[in-house]
């Protein structure tokens, strides 16, 4: 009655007058739709939520498909409605007909991937259009390499619309806002057939499970505040629950675990074995079967559980093994013997990264770390900005240079190198790993490119504004060198890698701040630079664990032709947790840091 008085007055119609009060009419509707329920009247609760629903899509589109800078934090914004509404669809598909429920689980599945538009997935998906583009054989092609500040400029755009990377300016993202504009109709006239695959709104259940294999098992959450929707799909079914976990005890028990596999000055923390197999009941008991017959697991996670690697979870309840020797020998059902785990942005990327080309990178391999440091030798990477930022939030030369030396982050790339049987001018260390050593070469030569330094977390800090990895200190800094390559440089480069290893300080989840969204911004903008997989670390990695497992991933992926990262980081870690290294590799804090994010 409020909306409709309101649209009287200013003389709108429903859509247009929504769309401008997107803010207050999203809650509003979803509100509605809950308490429809609520009150029995499903018809009135389903009307809502298809509001609601309409009203979400449309914002998205146009904000996709207008590049807008600002779109992240409009979406950032609307996510925690996003969310409830996808919850009230889960609940509604679990009363009514058969017919009713059925309606109600495409409903909520596709209601389920809203609040997963993140600036993570779309760099995913404007990637894959990019490399889909350049990579046909049409007028598109020939358009994006007639000159090459176009070509910059697309591609700029591309991580813009994709990433919505906010670290990039205004106004450089409406200069290439602008050179889009002027050759869109050129591109459009020789648009390549499999261009569409960009789209944003969500897709349906068929479309979605026909990019699963018949052993591949696609699971997605959603991090409600009342309960956690969980959805797991196959080639043949899918399925939908509302797990008894508010976002809030979802919070609490991803902490715990977190918590349990920082190492503290040296030292192992006991790990709370209950917690992981209570969590692995509350979430995904009702779909362990499928689960553990699966070979692969395709994971899309939200909220809490964005921080925290699926592997170490336990399918079983134990009882806690005293000491790291009888960790080894206790044979514990952790998930990581279950299948191999990949982590997707959103449901919509895994066609976009299926359709990918593959990598047409010559050289074999590209390591880059032990940065020519002058603090303390440590084996522990990741520091924070406050470490490194002098009063008016630039980075301190004299700061940075102080940073603790990594000398096994040498022996990590040595090692990798080896495996790879690569040569050691095919490593930047020292004096070498910097950013303008970087810059002069050709990267997008390298299929697999590696980090080996400090991890620098953006946090809250208002001067240091995104992550950052850290580099030799130049002599002198200027724009193109300050000794830290920023996630918005990252997403600059041209890569063509089919993955980037950043072994550092949580590369992996969200950067630093409480109220951060989807995955890390240098994971997502090494994506946007066009890593196809990313491999990185939830915490503070040791440097020697570190180096036999990534080495022996590599090993193994090469056994495969380099194919399947997922599976060769699966068998890197049981190795890890069961017989290399000394006994406390059995603790999941060595073996579990590391996850994969895209396709296998």
């Given at each position: 009655?409020?909306?409709?008085?309101?649209?009287?007055?200013v003389?709108?119609?429903?859509?247009e007058?929504?769309?401008?009060?997107?803010?207050?009419?999203?809650?509003?509707?979803?509100?509605?739709?809950?308490?429809?329920?609520?009150a029995?009247?499903?018809?009135?609760?389903?009307?809502?939520?298809?509001e609601a629903d309409?009203?979400?899509?449309?914002?998205i589109?146009r904000?996709?498909?207008?590049?807008?800078?600002?779109?992240a934090?409009t979406?950032a914004?609307l996510?925690?409605h996003l969310?409830?509404?996808a919850?009230?669809?889960?609940?509604?598909?679990?009363?009514?007909?058969?017919?009713?429920?059925?309606?109600?689980?495409?409903?909520?599945?596709?209601?389920?991937q809203?609040?997963?538009?993140?600036?993570?997935a779309?760099?995913?998906?404007?990637?894959?259009?990019?490399?889909l583009?350049?990579?046909?054989?049409s007028q598109?092609?020939?358009a994006?390499?007639t000159?090459?500040?176009?070509?910059?400029a697309?591609?700029r755009?591309?991580?813009?619309r994709?990433?919505?990377i906010?670290?990039v300016?205004d106004e450089?993202?409406?200069?290439?806002?602008r050179?889009?504009?002027?050759?869109e109709?050129?591109?459009?006239?020789?648009?390549?057939p499999?261009s569409?695959?960009?789209a944003v709104?969500?897709?349906?259940?068929k479309?979605?499970?026909?990019?699963?294999?018949?052993?591949?098992l696609?699971?997605t959450?959603?991090?409600?505040?009342?309960?956690?929707?969980?959805v797991?799909?196959?080639?043949?079914?899918?399925?939908?629950?509302?797990?008894?976990?508010?976002k809030a005890s979802?919070?609490?028990?991803?902490?715990s675990?977190?918590?349990?596999v920082?190492?503290?000055d040296?030292?192992?923390?006991?790990f709370?074995?209950?917690?992981?197999?209570?969590?692995?009941?509350?979430?995904?008991g009702?779909?362990?079967?499928?689960?553990?017959?699966a070979?692969h697991?395709?994971f899309?996670?939200?909220?809490?559980?964005?921080?925290?690697?699926?592997?170490l979870?336990?399918?079983?309840?134990v009882?806690?093994p005293?000491?790291?020797?009888?960790?080894?020998s206790?044979?514990?059902?952790?998930?990581?013997?279950g299948p191999?785990?990949?982590?997707?942005?959103?449901?919509q990327s895994?066609?976009?990264?299926?359709?990918?080309?593959a990598s047409?990178?010559q050289?074999?391999?590209?390591?880059i770390g032990?940065?020519?440091?002058?603090?303390?030798?440590?084996?522990?990477r990741?520091?924070?900005?406050?470490?490194?930022l002098?009063?008016?939030g630039r980075?301190?030369?004299?700061?940075?240079?102080?940073?603790s030396q990594?000398?096994?982050?040498?022996?990590?790339?040595?090692?990798?190198?080896?495996?790879?049987?690569?040569k050691?001018?095919?490593?930047?260390?020292?004096?070498g790993a910097?950013e303008?050593g970087?810059?002069?070469?050709?990267?997008?030569?390298?299929?697999?490119?590696?980090?080996?330094t400090?991890?620098?977390l953006?946090?809250?800090?208002?001067?240091?504004?995104e992550?950052?990895?850290?580099l030799?200190?130049p002599?002198t800094?200027?724009?193109?060198?300050?000794g830290v390559?920023?996630?918005s440089?990252?997403?600059a480069?041209k890569?063509?890698?089919?993955?980037?290893?950043l072994s550092?300080?949580?590369?992996a989840?969200?950067?630093?701040?409480?109220?951060?969204?989807?995955?890390?911004?240098?994971?997502r903008?090494?994506?946007a630079?066009?890593a196809?997989r990313v491999?990185?670390?939830h915490?503070s990695?040791s440097?020697?664990?570190?180096?036999?497992?990534?080495?022996?991933?590599?090993?193994?992926s090469?056994?495969?032709?380099?194919?399947n990262?997922s599976?060769?980081?699966?068998?890197?870690?049981v190795?890890l947790?069961?017989?290399?290294?000394p006994?406390?590799?059995?603790?999941?804090?060595?073996?579990?840091?590391?996850?994969v994010?895209?396709?296998?």
């Amino acid at each position: 009655e409020w909306f409709a008085r309101v649209r009287e007055e200013v003389g709108a119609t429903a859509p247009e007058f929504h769309q401008r009060h997107i803010q207050q009419a999203l809650p509003m509707l979803v509100w509605l739709g809950a308490d429809a329920l609520r009150a029995g009247r499903r018809v009135d609760a389903v009307r809502f939520l298809d509001e609601a629903d309409g009203l979400s899509r449309s914002r998205i589109t146009r904000e996709w498909r207008s590049g807008n800078v600002a779109a992240a934090s409009t979406l950032a914004s609307l996510r925690s409605h996003l969310r409830r509404a996808a919850d009230v669809r889960a609940a509604l598909a679990t009363t009514g007909t058969p017919q009713e429920q059925a309606r109600a689980r495409e409903a909520a599945f596709e209601a389920a991937q809203l609040p997963h538009i993140t600036d993570a997935a779309l760099a995913v998906l404007a990637q894959a259009q990019q490399r889909l583009l350049e990579s046909d054989g049409s007028q598109s092609r020939q358009a994006l390499s007639t000159r090459e500040d176009i070509e910059v400029a697309l591609r700029r755009i591309a991580a813009l619309r994709a990433a919505f990377i906010a670290y990039v300016s205004d106004e450089e993202a409406e200069r290439a806002s602008r050179l889009l504009r002027n050759r869109e109709p050129q591109l459009r006239s020789g648009a390549s057939p499999n261009s569409d695959i960009a789209a944003v709104t969500p897709v349906g259940s068929k479309s979605a499970s026909v990019q699963l294999r018949s052993n591949e098992l696609l699971l997605t959450t959603v991090s409600a505040d009342e309960a956690t929707v969980v959805v797991a799909m196959t080639q043949a079914k899918m399925s939908i629950r509302r797990a008894p976990l508010s976002k809030a005890s979802l919070a609490e028990a991803v902490a715990s675990l977190r918590a349990g596999v920082e190492i503290q000055d040296g030292m192992l923390p006991p790990f709370p074995y209950q917690v992981a197999a209570k969590l692995f009941e509350d979430l995904f008991g009702g779909f362990k079967t499928d689960i553990l017959s699966a070979k692969h697991l395709y994971f899309v996670p939200d909220g809490p559980l964005l921080s925290l690697p699926l592997h170490l979870l336990l399918t079983e309840k134990v009882s806690a093994p005293e000491g790291a020797s009888a960790i080894r020998s206790a044979n514990l059902p952790w998930l990581l013997l279950g299948p191999a785990i990949s982590i997707l942005p959103s449901v919509q990327s895994l066609a976009a990264l299926r359709r990918m080309p593959a990598s047409a990178a010559q050289e074999a391999f590209l390591g880059i770390g032990d940065p020519l440091l002058k603090g303390a030798a440590s084996g522990k990477r990741g520091v924070a900005a406050t470490e490194i930022l002098d009063k008016s939030g630039r980075v301190s030369l004299a700061a940075l240079s102080q940073l603790s030396q990594l000398p096994d982050s040498k022996i990590e790339l040595l090692s990798m190198a080896k495996a790879m049987d690569s040569k050691s001018e095919d490593l930047l260390l020292q004096q070498g790993a910097t950013e303008t050593g970087i810059r002069r070469l050709s990267l997008d030569r390298y299929r697999v490119i590696a980090f080996a330094t400090h991890g620098l977390l953006a946090g809250e800090l208002d001067g240091l504004v995104e992550p950052a990895l850290v580099l030799t200190p130049p002599q002198t800094a200027s724009r193109s060198d300050d000794g830290v390559l920023m996630a918005s440089e990252i997403a600059a480069l041209k890569l063509d890698a089919e993955v980037v290893i950043l072994s550092a300080c949580n590369t992996a989840g969200s950067d630093g701040k409480p109220q951060a969204e989807g995955l890390s911004g240098l994971a997502r903008a090494f994506i946007a630079a066009g890593a196809r997989r990313v491999v990185a670390s939830h915490w503070s990695v040791s440097s020697d664990s570190a180096s036999l497992l990534m080495s022996e991933m590599i090993r193994q992926s090469r056994a495969n032709r380099l194919s399947n990262w997922s599976e060769a980081h699966r068998v890197a870690m049981v190795k890890l947790s069961r017989e290399a290294g000394p006994p406390e590799y059995a603790h999941p804090a060595h073996w579990a840091p590391f996850v994969v994010i895209g396709t296998p």
